[in-house]
């Protein structure tokens, strides 16, 4: 499913289904150019699960209500991927596919420092 | 027309996000936690979705346009620069504490809870702060 929406955008409508980028385009300004396509793109992509949690099954996201860490890691992935310019749907699933070096590096850098996050947040320090 | 087509993409992404457990922090922190009680199963719905890809790839670049007459995407860059690297590596910071990245925190915004939208507002403000520091380093590299 989530390969046939990145497909669908691409081969539809020219664009790379990137989350960080489709999003941070259009909070900063940078994207107003086309931002009733983002928009659209975002309508979906809450509106859609939203649908399913109220008539199917509401999923639980297990997300830990210890704020600070929320805070800190939603500004590490806010400022990360816009840097990066690119999250785990645009360099991860669209990069990727296309062989593009960025995408491969990029992935491979988030995945290996998250996987040391873990090591070092939950079994050193024991706060996650 | 685009507007339906990203709308139908959106939707089927977050319908996606969804059943395949990446709006689910436990699933996403099991399978980066490596080195401790591994879960690889989300190594099948980042391989499932790079699959497809690599097909709609080929048939873009032998049609050369998109179906509703856009150009494609630019062929990807291939520098790799220290934004790059240092971007993913607090992209891997944040990712790994919370669970959530950008597509599942939005996907998962009608029963994440409170915390899950104090998540996705911290993550725009993280996206506002670059965009602030980005337009100041390009102030600075400019001649007076």
């Not at chain 2, 399978?31 to 980042?46: C, E, K, N, R, S």
Request: charged share 10%; glycine share 16%; net charge positive.
């Amino acid at each position: 499913m989530i390969g046939g929406a990145a497909a669908l955008f691409l081969l539809v409508n020219g664009r790379i289904m990137g989350a960080s980028g489709l999003l941070g385009g259009a909070v900063d300004g940078t994207g107003w150019s086309n931002l009733l396509e983002r928009l659209a793109f975002l309508a979906g992509l809450v509106g859609v699960p939203a649908l399913i949690a109220m008539t199917i099954a509401r999923p639980d996201t297990h997300l830990t209500g210890n704020l600070a860490i929320v805070v800190l890691a939603g500004l590490a992935v806010g400022i990360g991927t816009r840097m990066a310019n690119g999250c785990t749907s645009g360099h991860g699933v669209c990069g990727i596919s296309r062989f593009s070096p960025r995408g491969i590096v990029a992935t491979l850098v988030y995945l290996g420092v998250g996987a040391t996050t873990m090591v070092i947040a939950r079994h050193l320090l024991g706060v996650i | 027309m685009r507007l339906l087509f990203a709308l139908l993409s959106g939707g089927l992404f977050g319908a996606g996000l969804l059943v395949s457990g990446m709006t689910d922090t436990t699933k996403v922190q099991g399978w980066l936690d490596i080195f401790g009680t591994w879960d690889p199963t989300l190594a099948f719905v980042l391989g499932g979705a790079i699959l497809p890809m690599i097909v709609a790839w080929r048939v873009a670049a032998r049609r050369g346009a998109a179906a509703l007459g856009t150009p494609l995407p630019p062929k990807p860059d291939r520098r790799l620069d220290p934004r790059l690297l240092t971007g993913s590596a607090l992209f891997g910071v944040g990712w790994a504490l919370a669970g959530l990245c950008p597509g599942p925190a939005m996907a998962s915004l009608s029963y994440g809870g409170p915390q899950g939208i104090v998540f996705l507002l911290a993550m725009i403000a993280g996206m506002l702060i670059w965009r602030a520091i980005d337009a100041g380093l390009l102030d600075k590299g400019r001649p007076a």
